[in-house]
């Protein structure tokens, strides 16, 4: 089953801000809480987009997906033409160019 995360919309209990919550695909988001039965809002995740779509997909909808390759290295999986193929944590210079979000 899917995990979903949702987020307080007021104060927080002892679950957090934001907590993540197992449920089938075809049950209702949750509007409230289910520990302190305060109003909640589902967060868009991600990870879901990810497993639906081809790495080419999520390039054309404007997601960067990036792969763990070994400490501090990503491989861009969505690398646009001038990115580089592997983006290193301490080098600005690899990192995936936004600029098409503008
Ligand atoms: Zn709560």
Known sequence: MPIYEY???????????????????????LSHCLNCGGEVRKKISLVAVNITKSNRELR?????KLIKREDGVYENMTRRNNDSR??????????????HLD
């Open 86 to 99: 592997y983006v290193k944590q301490d080098d600005a210079s690899t990192l995936p160019n936004l600029s």
């Open 60 to 64: 054309d909808l404007g997601f960067t």
């Open 7 to 29: 987020e307080h919309i007021g104060t927080p209990c002892s679950w957090g801000k934001i907590f993540e919550i197992k449920q089938s695909i075809n049950d209702e988001p």
